[in-house]
């Protein structure tokens, strides 16, 4: 009898499901809400996973300057090679002498091994530079190879030039190498004179078409996925490593400007976080430092976002009680000078202010228009908010209308982030930026979720205050749970999260996603939105996510209700989330869902104050396959598809496919 039962229980279930309930999504395309924020989808940059040198940083020699704490890290030598440290550059002073051996075959030279090797391509150029000088006077040449290692003979040379070195001072040699060929893992090599002894300092290679062409560029490839994003906002320059493992290693942007050849290397707060090298090589040349940072924003069309130093130094790293990890509160005023002389160097005038002058001097007069500065990162504890208030005095009181960012810990809830916000509301800040890195759940807001962590889910900004600090979402995403990496459900569930910001656009005033950039041979830390090798790169799922809401952002909320509820995830609402906005510039109403489930869903799309046939695109991202990500190999498997229907107004019936998220953009 039982067993008859639980039969005709399937079969009932069964039925139901064939006939799966039709939901209503209505949207009230007259009635238009609150602007959507310019800045509302951003890119966070971080020097993590070899982003900055060996990544957008255009440089192919690692150690260019003989700074690392082992000098010649990353070089081989041969010969007679000395290491030096009286060179033209006081905060670089070490440089290498090449001395003739005095042997026929024994031949005097250096080699750098790039990051990883170096990405070259057949036919292309690539632009060496040293500093050089011959000590004793007279001239001398220096060959330059760019080299195979793995080929032996004449082949092994993918591209050669050559340099003529004169006299006693210090100069700038230039030249343009063309390798034959393309090749992922070249060296570079430079052989000392035979008969006259060299001094060389500042190696260099970078490909001749950087980004926007650029001599101290960015490689192009990636810098035009950051562009193809059309983010609003770009944070940077991280992270952990504005705090630094201690205080002398916190990201110092005074360092980061000026002459490359003169910008003090600093060890990366990542160096010993990788689990496959316990002898790292990762430092900060700063060759990609505040003036190319803004510069970059300006270029891809992103306001600025630069977060400083608050006086404590990474507290992951050295907790929060420790006297020499934190400057006390009387010995602030340099790293608040650093600040307001931040503000004068984006957009102060030449004319009056030093910084202003170096930013002209740089090739920028005019200023960068900088809107916002975030003080502190993953701050937490009493000491945060008693160090960050004479910053914000000081700010406020001579640059009113720049925003100040403050921060609410490193959780997405629990006793700092409680204890935070508040304190940020008291101090006046104007956005405070969350960090969540969470499993599938939290994006989803289920009922496990949220009794673990409170608020979370695609509804955690309904219930945010109106008045007071705007959200800054400044690094999230999802990691799935025993699946860290860029999957499409990962993708799928930060889609149906991201409806939530959307909905709430007047409280919430920018997202981006983190981290952005990881080496396929470097990385300490997945998911990350866009990868690579020394040649190519993939944009992974999160990437496209990214990129469909800043690219269908419109202008302006509509309201968007199922059975009168948001569409957040409820028990009711089998797995939909969905979100709508107009953009006033091209008249279209933007409905975007999200259907997570694994069944297909009908939907009939109510769009009130709306009659007739309207041309609409319908862009489709989807899966069949649930952990399957893009790759170096198959970098398109997972990409939007964009296809062209009529849809009838008021009433329009659609199917949503399982994991799938759709994006319907109807001419008004
Ligand atoms: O994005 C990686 C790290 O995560 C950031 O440096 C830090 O802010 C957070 O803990």
């Known amino acids: ?43 966070f940059f971080e020097d993590i996973n070899y982003a ?31 290491l030096k440290d009286d060179g033209p550059f006081k905060k670089n002073p070490h440089y290498v002498r090449l001395s003739p051996s005095g042997h026929n075959d024994k031949h005097t030279m250096i080699e750098n091994h790039g990051f990883f090797g170096m990405g070259v391509k057949g036919g292309e150029e690539y632009r060496f530079s040293v500093w050089a000088r011959v000590p004793d006077g007279g001239t001398a040449k220096l060959w330059i190879d760019l080299v195979d290692n793995a080929t032996m003979g004449d082949d092994q040379k993918l591209g050669n030039t050559g340099v003529e070195v004169s ?3 210090w100069k700038k040699y230039t030249a343009i190498i063309k390798p034959k060929t393309t090749f992922a893992k070249a060296h570079l090599r430079v052989w000392g004179d035979a008969k006259v002894t060299t001094d060389v300092e500042h190696v260099s290679l970078f490909p001749v078409d950087t980004y926007k062409g650029h001599e101290n560029g960015m490689r192009k490839d990636l810098a035009e996925s950051l562009e193809q994003l059309h983010p609003g906002v770009f944070r940077f320059p991280g992270g952990c490593i504005v705090e630094g493992t201690d205080l002398a290693t916190r990201y110092q942007w005074k360092n980061s400007v000026g002459p490359v050849e003169n910008r003090p290397l600093n060890e990366n707060r990542w160096h010993y976080t990788f689990t496959h090298r316990y002898f790292p090589d990762y430092f900060q040349s700063y060759g990609l430092g505040f003036f190319e940072y803004f510069q970059l924003s300006e270029e891809i069309g992103a306001e600025p976002l630069p977060v400083v130093s608050v006086g404590l130094s990474c507290e992951f790293q050295n907790g929060s009680n420790r006297s020499d990890a934190h400057v006390p509160v009387d010995q602030l005023q340099p790293y608040i000078d650093d600040v307001l002389d931040l503000i004068e160097f984006a ?38 908010p008693e160090n960050l208030k004479p910053f ?23 006793k700092e982030f409680e204890y935070l916000w508040p304190e940020m509301r008291k101090m006046g800040a104007d956005l405070v930026d969350e960090h969540y890195y969470r499993n599938e759940a939290w994006f989803l807001g289920t009922p496990e979720a949220k009794q673990r962590w409170g608020n979370c889910g695609a509804n955690r900004y309904d219930s945010y205050p109106r008045k007071g600090p705007k959200v800054f979402a400044g690094e999230y995403a999802c990691h799935g749970a025993g699946k860290k990496w860029n999957h ?79 569409v957040a995830g409820n028990p009711d609402q089998d797995g939909l989330f969905a979100s709508a906005v ?29 009659k007739g046939s309207h041309e609409a695109q319908l862009i489709s991202f989807h899966s069949d396959n649930l952990t399957a990500e893009n790759t170096l190999d198959e970098p398109e498997k997972i990409v939007p598809k964009t296809s062209t229907l009529t849809v009838n107004a008021p009433q329009q019936s659609v199917s949503i496919p399982a994991r799938t998220f759709y994006i319907y953009k109807i001419k008004k």
């Open 1 to 43: 009898m039982k067993k008859k039962w639980n039969f005709l229980g399937a079969m009932l279930a069964m039925a139901a499901g064939m006939t799966a309930q039709t939901h209503s999504l209505d949207v009230n395309t007259s009635k238009v809400g609150g602007a959507i924020p310019k800045t509302m989808y951003g890119i």
């Open 52 to 82: 900055a040198d060996g990544g957008l940083y255009g440089e192919l020699v690692k150690n260019r300057s003989f700074e690392f704490p082992n000098h010649l890290a990353g070089w081989d030598i041969s010969g007679k090679v000395s």
């Open 167 to 169: 006299g006693k001072e």
């Open 347 to 384: 957009n102060g005038d030449p004319a009056t202010n030093q910084w202003a002058k170096l930013r002209a001097d740089m090739g920028h007069p005019a200023p960068f228009n900088l809107k916002y500065v975030g003080i502190g990162n993953e701050q937490w504890g009493a000491i945060y």
């Open 392 to 414: 914000v005095e000081q700010v406020r009181k001579k640059y009113p209308n720049i925003k100040i960012v403050g921060t609410s810990g490193p959780d997405s809830e629990g």
């Open 488 to 566: 499409f459900n990962a993708a799928l569930m930060e889609a149906a999260f991201m409806t939530g910001l959307e909905r709430n656009a007047d409280v919430v005033e920018m997202a981006t996603y983190a981290p952005l950039f990881a080496h396929v041979e470097g990385w300490q830390w997945r998911p990350d939105a866009i990868w690579y090798d020394n040649l190519r790169k993939f944009n992974s799922c999160a990437y496209y996510v990214q990129q469909l809401y800043s690219l269908n952002k419109g202008t302006n909320m509509l309201s968007l209700t199922m059975n009168g509820k948001p």
């Open 582 to 610: 107009l953009d006033k510039g091209t008249n279209e109403v933007i409905v975007k869902v999200v259907n997570t489930g694994d069944q297909p869903q009908e939907v009939t799309l109510n769009l009130k104050g709306m």
